[in-house]
């Protein structure tokens, strides 16, 4: 079965601090990958999604950035980090014809002070 | 544009209150539309994906309805464990596997 990991759970991060938020897909090959972010009253957001190793299409023009150094592995990164990223962010991975079943991964409460 | 837009934001129910969630969607041809359950701190959880108007689905106290302008999630019967939020999200018009999601509704339901 396949399973989605992300670490860290929880993070706390000074305001101009880096950013690096690792997904993981384990029991299936060349998946879609996706990171969303989910603000309080808001919707998902989808910030990046991938297709293959070192392909990734920007949503959001923001000071995030994306890549896929692996099949199977996702990394969300900032070089400094605003008050406005704090968030929760979640990795989701996608299979099937047209990417039918999506699924999301436990998600990474990220607080910046 | 291409919009969700899920009522109510919030319901309150009592334990066996059936009841109905609805998600308004505006795309130009859908692709998909997907239904998610999240519980608080959580990732999204999987339900259904529905593709044509008439379409349903069901999964325990969960049936989930498909016309050409919303959807609806009807839960019969609800238990305490049925509360969360449930995600409705509508698979984008272009050629991607990208996702528009609502905001969700909240669901509590009370012994």
């Known amino acids: 079965s396949q399973t989605i990991h992300q670490w860290p759970a929880t993070l706390v991060q000074p305001v101009g601090s880096p950013l690096s938020l690792e997904c993981t897909v384990e029991?299936?090959?060349?998946?879609?990958l996706y990171w969303y972010r989910q603000a309080a009253g808001r919707g998902l957001q989808l910030l990046f999604y991938?297709?293959?190793?070192?392909?990734i299409s920007s949503e959001v023009p923001q000071n995030l950035s994306a890549s896929r150094p692996q099949d199977r592995q996702f990394i969300l990164s900032s070089k400094k980090l605003l008050l406005s990223d704090s968030g929760f962010y979640l990795c989701?991975?996608?299979?099937?014809?047209?990417?039918?079943?999506?699924?999301f991964g436990p998600g990474t409460r990220l607080t910046v002070l | 544009e291409d919009q969700v837009t899920q009522s109510p934001e919030a319901l309150r129910l009592q334990e066996g209150e059936s009841s109905s969630l609805n998600c308004s969607y505006t795309?130009?041809?859908?692709?998909?539309l997907f239904w998610y359950r999240q519980d608080p701190g959580k990732g999204p959880e999987f339900l259904f994906t529905?593709?044509?108007a008439g379409e349903e689905k069901e999964k325990e106290r969960l049936k989930a309805t498909l016309t050409k302008k919303e959807s609806f999630l009807h839960i019969t019967a609800p238990k305490p464990e049925d509360s969360a939020t449930y995600l409705c999200?509508?698979?984008?018009?272009?050629?991607?596997?990208?996702?528009?999601f609502g905001t969700g509704t909240r669901l509590q339901v009370f012994p």
């Open positions: 999200a509508v698979q984008a018009p272009d050629n991607t596997d990208k996702l528009i």
């Open positions: 029991g299936t090959s060349n998946p879609n």
């Open positions: 989701a991975w996608s299979f099937g014809l047209a990417g039918r079943w999506k699924f």
């Open positions: 529905l593709y044509s």
């Open positions: 991938s297709v293959g190793i070192g392909q």
């Open positions: 795309v130009s041809g859908l692709r998909g």
